[in-house]
Nanobody, 123 residues
Framework: HVQLVESGGGSVQAGGSLRLSCVAS????????MGWFRQAPENEREGVAA???????IYTDSVRGRFTISQDNAKNTLYLQMNSLKPEDTATYYC??????????????????WGQGTQVTVS
């Protein structure tokens, strides 16, 4: 059983920065990619960024150039550095892992484990 614990959310003004962290613990099955999703009220959960086991990275268009995903395997920690934040980035952000290749798609359908979520509010 994998546990994912996010931290680092908060409230910031537009143009500000936050760094989210996600620590993975417990039994770790084969993981092809880890990533961040977000969900705003009344919206569907959307993929924000993912990093695959081969090091490849993808971003959704709306955050490319502003957000950076990274991981520290020694610490079993996934990060999301968010710069130049905008009000439309306001959402609950979820850490996720997948046992499916990223080539199949960066979709919540392929997520095996979710974190509990951390709120990001940009005003």
């Amino acid at each position: 059983h994998v546990q994912l614990v996010e931290s680092g959310g908060g409230s910031v003004q537009a143009g500000g920065s936050l760094r989210l962290s996600c620590v993975a613990s417990g039994y770790t099955p084969t993981t092809y990619w880890m990533g961040w999703f977000r969900q705003a009220p009344e919206n569907e959960r959307e993929g924000v960024a993912a990093i695959a086991s081969d090091g490849s990275i993808i971003y959704t268009d709306s955050v490319r150039g502003r957000f950076t995903i990274s991981q520290d395997n020694a610490k079993n920690t996934l990060y999301l550095q968010m710069n130049s934040l905008k009000p439309e980035d306001t959402a609950t952000y979820y850490c996720a892992t997948s046992g499916y290749p990223l080539s199949l798609g960066f979709l919540s359908d392929y997520v095996g484990y979710w974190g509990q979520g951390t709120q990001v509010t940009v005003s």
